[in-house]
């Protein structure tokens, strides 16, 4: 591969809508898990108790950044993996009617292994 291509991976579910939108660069698109609504002792939690959920699953990332000898760094997330995100940040983008966020790979905190 010649290192001035890009390459965008998907999520094999992602459907039309990200035929539209394209992450560039070091970006990484999410989607933020559902927040928990029950406890576990089956309490229903209201919507404006619930706390921000900072889990998310990576939808689409972008070819990476170049770096100052202008290769290209890939991102170090894949599409699919579960990541921790931070509290703040990020740009909300809606597709066919679904919230996702749009991150730099540096503002990832983490990603969950199983």
Request: net charge positive.
């Amino acid at each position: 591969m010649c290192s001035s291509c890009y390459h965008v991976q998907l999520l094999p579910q992602a459907g039309k809508a990200f035929r539209k939108f394209l992450p560039l660069f070091d970006r990484v698109l999410v989607e933020r898990c559902a927040a928990e609504t029950v406890t576990k002792g089956g309490i229903m939690i209201p919507e404006k108790a619930q706390g921000k959920v900072l889990q998310a699953t990576v939808v689409a990332v972008g070819s990476g950044a170049r770096g100052k000898n202008g290769e290209i760094q890939p991102v170090s997330v894949k599409v699919g993996e579960k990541v921790l995100l931070p509290e703040y940040g990020g740009t909300k983008i809606v597709l066919e009617d679904k919230d996702y966020y749009l991150f730099r790979d540096g503002d990832i905190l983490g990603k969950y292994v199983d």
